[in-house]
C-alpha cells in the first residue's frame, strides 16, 4: 500500500466532521480549528457543492489543515445513489467505467489543492453496500493512488446481536480499506451513565485491525442530542485515552459546528455554537490536543497494540480481557485501570495506563516483571522520557480521564 495522507508520516490524525457551514468557510474559521490542535477536517454542514467545496480547500490550504471530502455530488453519485456493477441488468448502477469518470472529474476540481487528503465514500455502510463501497475504493486505488479512501463504519447495536465481529470481516475482506474507522457515542444523557459495551466494540475493532494489519480510528462525543449527553473535558479526555488504549491511531470530534436543530434529534451546541461561538468543549478538546493526544499520539502511532486489559473494572463488561501478569507488568494494586500495551517488535514496551473513572482521580500501583530493568515516563511538556524513582514498581496518579504513558526495557 502507497503511504497515504494521515494514515502515513509521524503526525497522529485529530479531525473534526461538520466543520463551519458555507458562509463561515472562512480564513479566519479554518485558523481558528487549527488552533484547537486539528490537522484535518471531513467536510459536511451543507459544503455539499464544487464550488464550495473547492472554496473549503482553499481555506485549508493556507491553514495548514488536510481535508476528507465527503457529500460531493459526484462522491453521492459514486456510491450512496447508486450501485457500481457492469452487468447493465441491475438497476440505478454505474459501470466501473462510469465510477472513474467521476473520480478523475473530483481529481481535476479539487486536485489542485494541497489539502486534498482522499474522499470518504460512505458513512455506515450495510452488508449490501459493501460490494459498491469496494469497486469505490479500487477505483479512488487506480484513479488518485495518491488519496485516501475512507468509510466509516456502524457501531455494534447487536442488530442481530454476536455479528459485529463478522460484519467488520466482511469489511475488510470486500472493501480492502486502508484503515478502519467507527463511531460509537457511549455517554448517555443521565449524568454519570455510560454504555459499558462501548469496551466490546472496540475489542472487535482491535482485533480485525490486528488481523488485517489496518489502523483504527475512532469517533469522540463532543457534542450532545437526543440520545446522549453534552460530554465534560474529562468524559472527552477519557473517550481518547480509552481509545488509544486499544490501540487507536486516529481521533474524529463528532461534531465541531452544533448542526441545526431543524434537522432533528436535539443536536446541542457542539465546540462551536450555531452562533458560531468557541464553546467549553473547544477550549477543552484544544487542550487536550495541544498539551496531550499530538505528543502522546506521534509516539504511539507507530507502535502495535500488544494487548489491552483492565484491572478491577467495576462493570466487568462483555468481550472485555481482564488484567494477568506478564514478564512486563507482573501486578497491579489499587484503582481500576486499563492498560494498554504496545510493542515496536524491538526489546521492550510502552505502557499506556488509563484511569477507568471519566469523574474521579486514580491512584494506582504497577510492579513490573523480570523483562524490566528500566522504566522512563514520557513528558508530553518536553516531548522526551524521563526517569521515575524505582524500576521495580511504579505509583500512577490520574486526573478523571487521564493516561501516563510509561516504556519499560
Not at 484547537?36 to 482553499?58: C, E, H, Q, R
Not at 456510491?79 to 457492469?86: A, G, L, P, Q, V
Not at 488485517?212 to 440520545?227: E, K
Amino acid at each position: 500500500m502507497p503511504d497515504l495522507p494521515l494514515v502515513s508520516g509521524p503526525d497522529f490524525p485529530i479531525g473534526i466532521y461538520w466543520p463551519p457551514p458555507p458562509e463561515e468557510t472562512t480564513a479566519q474559521r479554518y485558523q481558528e480549528i487549527a488552533a484547537a490542535g486539528v490537522n484535518f477536517l471531513i467536510t459536511g454542514n451543507y459544503l455539499d457543492d464544487g464550488d464550495i467545496i473547492g472554496w473549503s480547500l482553499k481555506q485549508a490550504d493556507a491553514a495548514g489543515l488536510k481535508v476528507i471530502v465527503f457529500e460531493d455530488t459526484q462522491l453521492l453519485n459514486l456510491t450512496r445513489w447508486f450501485d457500481i456493477s457492469d452487468d447493465r441488468s441491475v438497476p440505478m448502477s454505474i459501470t466501473m467505467a462510469d465510477g472513474a469518470e467521476l473520480i478523475r472529474r473530483a481529481e481535476t476540481v479539487y486536485g489542485v489543492h494541497g489539502s486534498l487528503a482522499g474522499y470518504s465514500l460512505y458513512d455506515e455502510p450495510d452488508y449490501g453496500k459493501f460490494a459498491t463501497v469496494g469497486k469505490a475504493f479500487q477505483l479512488v486505488r487506480q484513479q488518485a493512488p495518491s488519496r485516501l479512501p475512507y468509510a466509516n463504519l456502524l457501531p455494534d447495536l447487536g442488530r442481530p446481536a454476536g455479528d459485529y465481529p463478522n460484519y467488520v470481516e466482511q469489511f475488510c475482506q470486500t472493501v480492502q480499506p486502508a484503515l478502519l474507522s467507527f463511531d460509537r457515542y457511549p455517554l448517555l444523557p443521565d449524568a454519570g451513565s455510560f454504555d459499558t459495551d462501548y469496551f466490546g466494540n472496540w475489542v472487535d475493532i482491535r482485533d480485525a485491525g490486528l488481523r488485517h494489519n489496518l489502523p483504527t480510528w475512532t469517533y469522540i462525543q463532543s457534542v450532545g442530542t437526543s440520545w446522549y449527553r453534552v460530554p465534560t473535558t474529562a468524559e472527552m479526555l477519557w473517550l481518547i485515552n480509552v481509545s488509544l488504549a486499544y490501540g487507536c491511531k486516529g481521533i474524529q470530534y463528532f461534531t465541531y459546528w452544533q448542526p441545526d436543530p431543524a434537522r432533528g434529534e436535539g443536536f446541542q451546541p457542539a465546540m462551536m455554537n450555531l452562533a458560531g461561538q468557541q464553546t467549553a468543549l473547544y477550549q477543552g478538546a484544544k487542550m487536550i490536543n495541544t498539551t496531550w493526544l499530538k505528543q502522546v499520539g506521534r509516539e504511539l502511532k507507530p507502535l502495535v497494540s500488544e494487548r489491552t486489559v483492565h484491572y478491577n473494572d467495576p462493570a466487568d463488561p462483555a468481550k472485555v480481557i481482564p488484567f494477568s501478569p506478564d514478564a512486563y507488568v507482573a501486578d497491579i494494586n489499587g484503582d481500576p485501570v486499563i492498560l494498554g500495551q504496545f510493542t515496536s517488535g524491538a526489546p521492550g514496551r510502552w505502557l499506556l495506563v488509563t484511569n477507568r473513572s471519566f469523574s474521579s482521580t486514580s491512584l494506582t500501583t504497577l510492579t513490573f516483571g523480570p523483562a524490566v530493568s528500566a522504566v522512563t515516563q514520557f513528558d508530553p511538556g518536553t516531548q522526551t522520557y524521563r526517569p521515575v524513582r524505582s524500576n521495580t514498581s511504579v505509583s500512577v496518579m490520574l486526573p478523571a480521564g487521564g493516561a501516563a504513558l510509561y516504556r519499560v526495557q
